[in-house]
């Protein structure tokens, strides 16, 4: 610490009664302040001091006065002057401006130097160096009061008394001074080069070291030159859960700050959650790329490290991963075919810096279009009718299909399959797929079966031509028979012979013959039916009614047949566009004559119902329609069969 002195080295006084005149000679100053008016002294001094005070913190400064003479009481009021002025040609007028800061003397003694403390003359010391004081008298105006100063002209000129000591720089702002780093990262420090209050002049930093240390460990120091006020340390480099650091700043006048200050921070993150934010409650294309955004929330601001994905398929009993990365991303692209189709739920969870997964966020509904994933097929046998079982997801309907058999679209959760035709032995192939509830299908699954028969009882098959249909009977010892014709099933039944009506063409007949899982074929007999003339019957009832006769003529019997067909006419097309939908109307129509009333009664039962008309060149199957007519000599009827598909 050093007090320096300077003394004033000129003065002069002015009057708010004569505005306009200078009052700087002579060895006093005479402050008045009554009715009538006041006085102002002004005084500047020597700055040559300043040089020996620059970069120094100047931390107290006293104007020390001399009063010759005094009324009772007398106090002095005085504020720095913060503009140029002349000795000799100042005046009340051109007056300069002034720091209004009310330094107040206590009563001042006369015969004596007076001190009066300038509180803030440490801040605007250079205004005060500079530019000087301005004084006045203190007492309200209550009456004549009087102060005689010494002017600079004098022995006992005024003076400044300043005390200054080296300044010392100042650490400010620093940062981070407390909380979380994240030490997977690189780290970065920073503070502000401060003057200390009341330094005169401008200091600036010229160097610093940096030091950092465990908490409670050996420091480690880092030289810094220059201005510079950051540093960033390598990711990695801090390995304990805490650490501590302080920084020394030295000023252009080579000194060091004195502030040793440790700021302690823990490398030690909080727990993180997340938040879903899209998709929630909305429909997504499954077979589409999918983006899945969070939200990281972090008390610590740390940036996320990883994330994990779930989603659940039945309200949320159990979770299937379908997404996990290293990332700070709060999202990720699903690519198509991730997700089941159907109602899903989702979930997400995040890891805080140091690898630590938070809790799994609330879980948000979707719903997934899409196609399901092929079924996984378990198991097939290699019985003649193979039963095919499988797994799969978000089934609401199946179809199978082999060697000459499509099962069609079976309804339903059931996963397995029993294909009810027999397949010759050696390697089929049979598939299967899967639909789900938005009626998309799944790509085929197929496997491979070899199939073996074993043969059981043999099956001897014969058979006759009877009127209008061909008898068959065999022997055999078996559950139950299977009826082809032409390699074409006709029916099924565990009886030893059967009658087909529904035929006037020569075919090639055999039997199956089936105990459990297999089966024996029968030999191949060959048979026509007995057709001679016209006849017609009930289906399932086959009592034949012969259609023998017309009078007056041959029987008749017209084909009909209509294709639907739209005719659609366009601009700048001459002639219509035929649309059509392969659906087809055929009818046929007769003409016969009965000659007994119960040949009549049991044609007319038939009308409305499913028969069966046939003659030596056509047969067909339809619903009936008739008309009917009588005299004494028969009774004629016409009719119409409307041809259904009947199998």
Same mark, same amino acid.
């Given at each position: 610490?050093a007090?320096y002195?300077t003394?004033?080295?000129?003065?002069? *006084?002015?009057?708010?009664?004569?505005?306009s005149?200078?009052?700087?000679t002579?060895?006093?100053?005479?402050?008045?302040?009554n009715?009538s008016?006041f006085?102002e002294?002004?005084?500047g001094?020597d700055n040559? #001091?300043?040089?020996?005070?620059l970069?120094?913190?100047?931390?107290n400064?006293d104007? *020390?006065?001399y009063?010759?003479?005094r009324t009772?009481?007398?106090?002095i009021?005085g504020d720095?002057?913060?503009?140029?002025w002349?000795?000799?040609?100042?005046?009340?007028?051109?007056?300069p401006g002034?720091?209004?800061s009310?330094?107040?003397?206590?009563?001042?003694?006369?015969?004596?130097?007076?001190?009066?403390?300038?509180?803030?003359?440490?801040?605007?010391?250079?205004s *005060? #160096?500079?530019?000087?004081?301005?004084?006045?008298?203190a007492e309200?105006y209550?009456?004549?009061?009087?102060?005689?100063?010494?002017?600079?002209?004098?022995?006992?000129?005024?003076?400044l008394?300043?005390t200054?000591?080296?300044?010392?720089?100042v650490v400010?702002?620093?940062?981070?001074?407390?909380g979380?780093i994240?030490e997977?990262?690189?780290?970065?420090?920073?503070w502000?080069?401060?003057?200390?209050?009341?330094?005169?002049?401008t200091l600036?930093?010229?160097?610093?070291?940096f030091r950092?240390?465990?908490?409670?460990?050996?420091?480690?120091?880092?030289?810094?030159?220059g201005t510079?006020?950051t540093?960033?340390?390598?990711?990695?480099?801090?390995?304990?859960d805490?650490?501590?650091?302080?920084?020394?700043?030295?000023?252009?006048?080579?000194?060091?700050?004195?502030d040793?200050?440790?700021?302690?921070l823990?490398?030690?993150?909080s727990s993180?959650?997340a938040?879903i934010i899209?998709?929630?409650?909305?429909?997504?294309?499954?077979?589409q790329?999918?983006?899945?955004?969070?939200?990281?929330i972090i008390?610590?601001?740390?940036?996320q490290?990883?994330?994990d994905?779930q989603?659940?398929?039945?309200?949320?009993?159990?979770?299937?991963?379908?997404?996990?990365?290293?990332?700070?991303?709060?999202?990720?692209?699903i690519?198509?075919?991730t997700?089941?189709?159907?109602?899903v739920?989702?979930?997400?969870?995040t890891?805080n810096s140091?690898g630590?997964?938070?809790?799994?966020?609330?879980?948000?509904?979707?719903?997934?279009?899409a196609a399901?994933?092929?079924?996984?097929?378990t198991?097939?046998n290699t019985?003649?009718r193979?039963s095919?079982?499988?797994?799969?997801?978000?089934?609401?309907?199946y179809?199978?299909?082999?060697?000459g058999?499509?099962?069609?679209?079976i309804y339903?959760?059931?996963?397995?399959?029993? #294909?009810?035709v027999?397949?010759?032995?050696?390697?089929?192939?049979?598939?299967?797929?899967?639909?789900?509830s938005?009626?998309?299908?799944?790509?085929?699954s197929?496997?491979?079966?070899? #199939?073996a028969?074993?043969?059981?009882?043999?099956?001897s098959?014969l058979?006759?031509?009877?009127?209008n249909g061909?008898l068959?009977q065999?022997?055999g010892?078996?559950?139950n028979?299977?009826?082809y014709?032409?390699?074409?099933?006709v029916?099924?039944?565990t009886?030893t012979e059967?009658?087909?009506w529904l035929?006037?063409?020569s075919h090639d007949y055999?039997?199956?013959?089936v105990?459990g899982d297999?089966y024996?074929m029968?030999n191949?007999?060959?048979?026509?039916?007995n057709?001679?003339?016209?006849?017609?019957a009930?289906?399932?009832?086959?009592?034949w009614?012969?259609l023998?006769?017309r009078?007056?003529?041959?029987?008749?019997?017209d084909?009909?047949?209509?294709?639907?067909?739209v005719?659609?006419h366009?601009?700048?097309?001459?002639k219509?566009?035929?649309?059509?939908?392969?659906?087809y109307d055929?009818s046929?129509?007769?003409?016969?004559s009965?000659?007994?009333?119960?040949?009549?009664d049991?044609f007319?039962?038939?009308?409305?119902?499913?028969?069966?008309?046939?003659d030596?060149?056509?047969?067909c199957?339809?619903?009936?329609?008739?008309?009917?007519?009588?005299?004494?000599?028969?009774?004629d009827?016409?009719?119409?069969?409307?041809?259904?598909?009947y199998?």
């Amino acid at each position: 610490m050093a007090v320096y002195t300077t003394y004033a080295n000129k003065s002069a *006084l002015t009057k708010s009664e004569t505005p306009s005149v200078n009052y700087s000679t002579g060895t006093e100053f005479t402050l008045t302040l009554n009715t009538s008016g006041f006085c102002e002294a002004y005084y500047g001094f020597d700055n040559s #001091i300043a040089a020996s005070l620059l970069k120094k913190q100047i931390t107290n400064v006293d104007f *020390l006065f001399y009063v010759t003479s005094r009324t009772t009481g007398s106090s002095i009021w005085g504020d720095i002057v913060t503009s140029a002025w002349a000795e000799s040609g100042v005046t009340f007028l051109n007056k300069p401006g002034r720091i209004i800061s009310g330094f107040s003397s206590p009563a001042v003694t006369a015969g004596t130097y007076n001190t009066l403390n300038l509180i803030n003359g440490a801040n605007n010391f250079a205004s *005060l #160096i500079n530019y000087g004081m301005w004084y006045m008298l203190a007492e309200p105006y209550t009456g004549a009061t009087m102060t005689t100063l010494s002017s600079r002209a004098t022995t006992n000129k005024p003076y400044l008394s300043i005390t200054a000591v080296d300044a010392v720089p100042v650490v400010k702002n620093p940062y981070p001074a407390s909380g979380f780093i994240d030490e997977g990262k690189p780290v970065t420090f920073g503070w502000t080069f401060a003057a200390p209050a009341g330094t005169y002049g401008t200091l600036a930093q010229t160097s610093a070291k940096f030091r950092w240390k465990p908490t409670g460990g050996e420091y480690t120091e880092i030289e810094i030159d220059g201005t510079q006020n950051t540093i960033t340390i390598p990711a990695d480099t801090f390995t304990t859960d805490g650490i501590q650091w302080q920084v020394i700043l030295k000023s252009d006048d080579n000194i060091e700050s004195s502030d040793a200050t440790w700021y302690t921070l823990t490398t030690v993150d909080s727990s993180a959650s997340a938040e879903i934010i899209t998709p929630k409650g909305v429909f997504i294309d499954g077979e589409q790329p999918t983006t899945f955004a969070w939200k990281h929330i972090i008390e610590t601001g740390s940036t996320q490290y990883r994330y994990d994905l779930q989603y659940s398929t039945n309200a949320v009993e159990t979770w299937v991963d379908f997404g996990s990365a290293v990332s700070e991303i709060e999202s990720a692209t699903i690519v198509p075919d991730t997700l089941p189709a159907g109602n899903v739920y989702w979930r997400v969870r995040t890891y805080n810096s140091d690898g630590i997964a938070g809790e799994w966020s609330a879980a948000a509904e979707i719903i997934v279009q899409a196609a399901p994933p092929a079924p996984t097929i378990t198991t097939i046998n290699t019985l003649p009718r193979p039963s095919i079982t499988w797994q799969s997801l978000g089934q609401q309907g199946y179809q199978v299909k082999t060697d000459g058999y499509d099962s069609g679209t079976i309804y339903g959760t059931i996963k397995q399959h029993k #294909i009810p035709v027999f397949l010759s032995d050696g390697v089929h192939e049979v598939s299967v797929r899967v639909q789900n509830s938005f009626s998309l299908w799944s790509e085929w699954s197929t496997v491979s079966a070899t #199939i073996a028969n074993v043969a059981g009882i043999g099956v001897s098959l014969l058979t006759q031509s009877i009127t209008n249909g061909v008898l068959l009977q065999w022997e055999g010892n078996h559950n139950n028979y299977i009826v082809y014709r032409d390699g074409e099933k006709v029916t099924e039944t565990t009886n030893t012979e059967f009658t087909d009506w529904l035929t006037i063409d020569s075919h090639d007949y055999t039997v199956r013959g089936v105990t459990g899982d297999y089966y024996y074929m029968s030999n191949i007999s060959t048979a026509t039916p007995n057709v001679k003339e016209a006849a017609i019957a009930v289906i399932g009832d086959y009592n034949w009614l012969q259609l023998k006769m017309r009078r007056g003529s041959k029987p008749v019997l017209d084909f009909n047949e209509t294709e639907q067909v739209v005719y659609q006419h366009y601009s700048g097309r001459s002639k219509p566009i035929a649309e059509t939908n392969g659906f087809y109307d055929s009818s046929y129509s007769f003409s016969f004559s009965f000659r007994t009333k119960a040949e009549v009664d049991k044609f007319r039962s038939m009308r409305g119902k499913t028969v069966v008309y046939k003659d030596t060149r056509e047969m067909c199957v339809g619903i009936l329609q008739l008309n009917v007519s009588v005299d004494r000599a028969s009774w004629d009827v016409s009719g119409t069969i409307v041809e259904v598909d009947y199998a």
